[in-house]
């Protein structure tokens, strides 16, 4: 064989081993950042998710990899094969990611039961929590630390004649990994095999990866890296090293602060759900990418790479500040959009893909500046005589860099110059590095760059448009009208931007507080105007568990919003504290803006309010309460779906009395029934019984007994003064108003629950924190939980307790108003009857009033006995006497009744009699056949309607009470 066909041969080989070796590092990446996601979702759990829990996180995650990539710097030169020393730390973090889940469990479950119980003080909780945190995953974050510097060590070392293509190409292969990977987590993995199975994912890829490069480390000779070699300069003082290492940190620590901006800047524009972060972090780390992508092949053509550097720095913090230009318009955009798409499976399709475009326009330039950097700073290095440990300097650097930014920026910079000015401190600083690089090595500032120095300066002048802002966007796709709205505060916290907005509606004006865009309290400014729903809601979740459960004297609020609850409990005076848990202080400032209506929250000695995380909180007191209230956001928003998981119930049980109450609210609009049923799952899992009420038709309100059925023997709450006045704002004044309100309960919801196999939201399967961000796009509706109220079916025991004539007439809920027109619509029937005789003769006009009769006779049938009779009675009065008529006034009789023998025969009459039969009658009919244990005719019927019907609880509960 020539010697050109072997050095051909030898060519080819290496380009198979390099681009196999690229391949894996991609695939090392999209772990790796699956890890990055997953440990943070679990670490969370346990630190909670308050501001100092977010930020302590990254460092313990980030300030390993520092770690990693410090230590293989600096044991490089001991490594023969610097691709085998690659495979055996990826087979390691393969072996860590097979057994974390249940390590994790268990050292947790061992710290809440034996653990923290033991410990004296909260300051003592908290060192141990960190401390266990720490252990848990700092072993493998110095692991993936690592692997940046062997992987590209080994290129460098074997394939020495494109050091700065292989840095680059390395360093993209593997963000452009990373940013598919939390793609492919958050969209897929975690849905489809919740956080254990995510992470095993990621293992078995690490065990591919390590196999891959195993066999392929075969193919180089073991020898130890070259010593350094320096000029005698650069021997004696380490200029390049030292301003190169410190540019590398403080490039970091900008581009973390503009990560952190944005991230919050475009949750008010794209929502603040799990799946809206994860498209922001992959475009974050897709600009990266992109920008190492794009200098591999010109970073070894480079004449002057340390003014590139400059050059690079400058241009990326005059694109960053750039931002502050085009956010405003992100918000016209998202309202564009949300018009345009229909709320289907496409449309949320290209919801997500048009909100990862408004990630990438805002981000894009920027980070493709900062994805330069790391390769072009590690390239200059080894072009001035330092060997393969200086990947491992500068990436040690970078990391660290990055996690002094993460903490100015949420504990410092946010809190006192808000997210635009973190941006222009950002760009600032990297104009600034930019040219004193320059300046230490001499080189001369071109001239047209000068007028953009002061960029970010000057664009701070340019104000976000808070009104757009605190829109909700995403939800709506309307922005406020600035004649009818204005803010009247706004903050940006630690965790969210917090917004108060005064809107004149017709002759009201009303008051929302908001989170990131999301209202989360509403309230009517005027007395003499109807309350907003969200008052309703508020002042309910308070006074049903002062209604049932007497000498109440200590209670947890979960989030303050309005803090018109809070406020609501101390209008009691048997109560002697009240603890309200908010994670936001901002929201703290924001309630104090309904002054008018929670003034107790603030003024009552009895009440203390605390700026912290809900686990981290109860662990830390150890206090039992009689009512622990959780009243937090939407269970879209990210890390708000992990108080409706199993293990929260299990854990807050343990802080509630013996005969102690949870009430919690949970939302039935923008979410569908599955989901409601899951977190009904989990809780049924975790509390011997709960009631389900409803205080408008959007919101549920669920109150729970950890130990005991609860008894409900109501208590005129309207005997306290002050009680009376607050409920008196919503227009209930007898203990009947509140009763109405009463839905449903375990015993009912338990059958058709198990019924359809719904399983319970967790911690680790996060069913509601996966489903619900794609519910909110579709607008779903739980609102078919109502139909357990209307129907006769599944009525309640308390049904017969209400007194229909002791109802507020202006009680403006749903049902409240129903009875009030079933009473009023047998007088409209009636005088429809304008002519007796012919009436009675005319089929036609029979059959419609038979069929409008029916329907008003249903909406009664959920009532007492004696109340359904007397609508009947009042119904049929005056009626035809004929047998069609009959047939109905003895169905609705026997359904009144109970008398399911009945029911059946007169059922079968009106088949005769009409030839058809409605779906509330067929439904009745299947029900007494169960009743009476006709199983087999029971199960026929029920089969034939659910091929009609899909998904109607009545139907699922009858089907239930068959088996």
């Keep these: 064989m020539s010697t050109l066909a072997i050095n051909q041969r030898i060519t080819f080989s290496e380009t198979i081993n390099r681009n196999t070796l690229i391949l894996v590092f991609f695939l090392s990446g999209f772990a790796g950042l699956i890890y990055e996601s997953i440990w943070t979702q679990y670490l969370k759990l346990f630190l909670g998710h308050a501001a100092y829990a977010q930020t302590l996180v990254l460092i313990i995650f980030m300030g390993g990899m520092a770690l990693g990539a ?51 003080s909260s300051l003592q909780i908290e060192v141990f929590k960190w401390s266990l945190a720490t252990l848990l995953i700092l072993p493998q974050t110095i692991l993936l630390g690592s692997t940046f510097p062997l992987m590209s060590a080994g290129f460098i070392h074997y394939f020495p004649e494109k050091k700065g293509h292989s840095l680059s190409i390395l360093y993209f292969s593997n963000s452009f990994g990373a940013a598919i990977g939390v793609l492919v987590a958050g969209f897929y993995l975690v849905h489809t095999v919740g956080l254990p199975g995510t992470l095993l994912t990621a293992g078995l890829i690490n065990f591919a990866v390590a196999l891959i490069s195993w066999i392929t480390s075969k193919q180089f000779v073991d020898e130890s890296i070259q010593s350094t070699h320096l000029d005698k300069q650069e021997v004696e003082t380490h200029k390049t090293l030292k301003v190169l290492l410190i540019v590398a940190a403080i490039t970091g620590a900008a581009s973390f602060m503009y990560e952190v901006a944005w991230i919050r800047m475009l949750s008010m524009v794209l929502g603040s759900s799990v799946h809206s972060f994860e498209l922001m972090l992959s475009a974050f780390i897709l600009g990266l990418a992109i920008g190492g992508f794009w200098i591999r092949n010109k970073i070894s ?10 050059y690079i ?67 200059i290095l080894l072009e001035n005589g330092y060997n393969e440990r200086s990947i491992g300097w500068v990436y040690s650097s970078n990391t660290i860099g990055s996690i002094l930014g993460v903490v100015i920026a949420v504990q410092i910079v946010i809190p006192l110059f808000g997210l635009k000015n973190l941006i222009v401190i950002g760009s600032t600083i990297d104009i600034l590095i930019g040219i004193i690089a320059l300046a230490l090595f001499k080189y001369k500032l071109k001239t047209k760059f000068v007028a953009f120095i002061l960029s970010p300066l000057l664009l701070s002048f340019i104000n976000f448009n808070e009104l757009k802002m605190a829109s909700g966007v995403y939800r709506s796709g309307t922005l406020p009208n600035s004649d009818l709205s204005n803010i009247i505060y706004h903050a940006d916290g630690k965790t969210a931007t917090v917004a108060v907005i005064k809107q004149r509606k017709e002759k009201n004006t009303r008051i929302y507080i908001s989170t990131n865009g999301k209202t989360d309290a509403s309230a009517t400014i ?97 206090k039992k309460y009689d009512v622990i ?25 343990k802080f509630i009395k013996e005969d102690g109450l949870f009430v919690q609210w949970l939302q039935i609009y923008e979410i569908d029934i599955n989901l409601v049923f899951s977190a009904f799952r989990a809780l049924g899992e975790n509390f011997n019984d709960y009631i389900v009420y409803a205080s408008n038709q959007g919101d549920l309100i669920i109150v729970s007994s950890p130990n005991k059925k609860i008894d409900i023997n109501y208590i005129d709450i309207f005997n306290i003064d002050n009680i009376r006045s607050d409920l008196s704002r919503i227009k209930h004044s007898s203990i009947d108003d509140i009763i109405i309100h009463e839905i449903t309960n375990k015993a009912i919801l338990s059958k058709i629950i198990n019924k359809t196999k719904t399983n319970p939201n967790s911690d680790y399967f996060p069913i509601i924190q996966q489903k619900s961000d794609k519910t909110r796009y579709f607008k779903s509706s739980a609102h078919a939980i109502f139909d357990l109220k209307l129907s006769h079916i599944t009525k309640i025991k308390t049904n017969n307790k209400i007194n229909i004539k002791n109802l507020n007439k202006e009680n403006t809920f749903f049902i409240a108003q129903k009875i009030s027109q079933t009473n009023k619509s047998n007088i409209t029937l009636k005088n429809s009857i304008y002519n007796k005789e012919f009436f009675c003769k005319n089929n036609g006009l029979l059959d419609e009033w038979i069929k409008k009769t029916a329907t008003s006779l249903y909406t009664s049938s959920w009532l007492n006995k004696k109340v359904a009779l007397d609508h009947i009675e009042a119904h049929f009065k005056d009626s035809c006497p004929v047998e069609k008529v009959n047939n109905l006034k003895e169905y609705f009789t026997s359904i009144a009744t109970n008398k399911y023998s009945d029911t059946i025969k007169q059922v079968e009459k009106f088949i005769l009699l009409n030839n058809t039969i409605d779906l509330p009658m067929r439904v009745s009919y299947s029900y007494a056949l169960a009743k009476l244990n006709y199983k087999e005719d029971a199960k026929r019927e029920v089969s034939e309607i659910n091929r009609k019907v899909k998904n109607n609880l009545i139907v699922t509960y009858i089907d239930a009470l068959l088996d």
């Design 301 to 310: 053509k480079i004449t002057n790479p340390i003014q590139w550097l400059g």
């Design 526 to 622: 005027s007395q003499d105007h109807p309350p907003t729903p969200d008052e309703d809601t508020m002042i309910l979740t308070a006074a049903i568990p002062m209604a049932i459960k007497s000498n109440i004297s200590s209670v947890a609020i979960v989030g303050i919003g309005s803090g018109i609850s809070s406020h609501v409990f101390l209008s009691n005076p048997q109560i002697e504290s009240v603890d309200t848990i908010e994670i936001e202080k901002e929201m703290v400032e924001g309630a104090k803006f309904f002054k008018n209506f929670n003034f107790r929250i603030f003024d009552d000695a009895r009440s203390n309010i605390h700026i912290a995380d809900a686990r981290t909180f109860f662990f830390s007191n150890q």
């Design 70 to 120: 410090w230590l293989a710097s600096k044991y490089l030169h001991k490594f023969k094969n610097l691709f085998l020393a690659y495979a055996i730390v990826e087979a390691i973090v393969g072996i860590f990611a097979l057994v974390f889940h249940n390590i994790y469990v268990t050292s947790t479950d061992f710290s809440y039961n034996i653990v923290m119980p033991f410990l004296g």
């Design 629 to 653: 209230m959780s009243e937090p956001s939407n269970p879209w928003v990210s890390g708000v779906a992990s108080l409706y998981t199993t293990e929260f119930y299990s854990l807050i049980k």
């Design 313 to 379: 720095q400058i241009i990326m913090g005059i694109l960053a500040a750039l931002t502050i230009v085009f956010y405003n318009y992100t918000f016209d955009f998202m309202a564009f959009t949300m018009h345009a798409l229909q709320r289907t499976e496409p449309g949320y399709i290209y919801f997500n893909l048009v909100s990862h475009a408004i990630c990438l326009v805002i981000m894009l330039p920027a980070t493709i500046c900062a994805g330069m950097t790391l390769p072009l700073i590690t390239y």
